[in-house]
T-cell receptor, first 113, second 117 residues
Framework: DQQVKQNSPSLSVQEGRISILNCDYTNSMFDYFLWYKKYPAEGPTFLISISSIKDKNEDGRFTVFLNKSAKHLSLHIVPSQPGDSAVYFCAASARGNFNKFYFGSGTKLNVKP | SQTIHQWPATLVQPVGSPLSLECTVEGTSNPNLYWYRQAAGRGLQLLFYSIGIDQISSEVPQNLSASRPQDRQFILSSKKLLLSDSGFYLC????????????????FGEGSRLTVL
């Protein structure tokens, strides 16, 4: 029973264009969402987060959008760079649940020069 | 500053052998500690989490166990490894009850690659 889903296992984008990574969740108790970036053989590193009281959070080239009614969030990377090539995981947690984080299966982004 | 270390980085073990992966956190007190596993082609699966010494919760029934003998030490173990235990194991920590929007609440170690033959 996967509560966080990333239905696109891979995405290929040209350098300079926009990358859009999508994530869906099923648990309506989730109220905090994060995106992580992971290179092979390394631990994931935090990228950006959003609380359920917002519908958008922006940090430089990265913007996360949250649609609570659709239980959907997306990560936009503009402009995409070859160094952005990695696996991106979305994660969700519910406050008051001991900060348990549930992750999606990841999307492998390839940014072509 | 806080740091997290886990070891060994790479492990090749025969089926039926025991396992011990260790994780330590420095620079923080009373962290929540987690073990995740990334199987080949799969996402990150939460295996165990701990909110304090000797307080362990298991997320999925499996061949593994976890222990937390000290505040900042988290150990993943198995008495007899199965082929299906192969994967990339990640230790992580967070601080309970301090959600700070815009910051990463879960911090990962470098990971341990386990191959069971």
């Amino acid at each position: 029973d996967q509560q966080v889903k990333q239905n696109s296992p891979s995405l290929s984008v040209q350098e300079g264009r926009i990358s859009i990574l999508n994530c869906d969740y099923t648990n309506s108790m989730f109220d905090y969402f994060l995106w992580y970036k992971k290179y092979p053989a390394e631990g994931p590193t935090f990228l950006i987060s959003i609380s359920s009281i917002k519908d958008k959070n922006e940090d430089g080239r990265f913007t996360v959008f949250l649609n609570k009614s659709a239980k959907h969030l997306s990560l936009h990377i503009v402009p995409s760079q070859p160094g952005d090539s990695a696996v991106y995981f979305c994660a969700a947690s519910a406050r008051g649940n001991f900060n348990k984080f549930y992750f999606g299966s990841g999307t492998k982004l390839n940014v072509k020069p | 500053s806080q740091t997290i270390h886990q070891w060994p980085a790479t492990l090749v073990q025969p089926v039926g052998s025991p396992l011990s992966l260790e994780c330590t956190v420095e620079g923080t007190s009373n962290p929540n500690l987690y073990w995740y596993r990334q199987a080949a082609g799969r996402g990150l699966q939460l295996l165990f989490y701990s909110i304090g010494i000797d307080q362990i919760s298991s997320e999925v029934p499996q061949n593994l166990s976890a222990s937390r003998p000290q505040d900042r030490q988290f150990i993943l173990s198995s008495k007899k490894l199965l082929l299906s235990d192969s994967g990339f194991y990640l230790c992580a920590w967070s601080v309970f009850g301090t959600l700070r929007p815009g910051t990463g609440e879960l911090f990962f170690g470098e990971g341990s690659r386990l191959t069971v033959l």
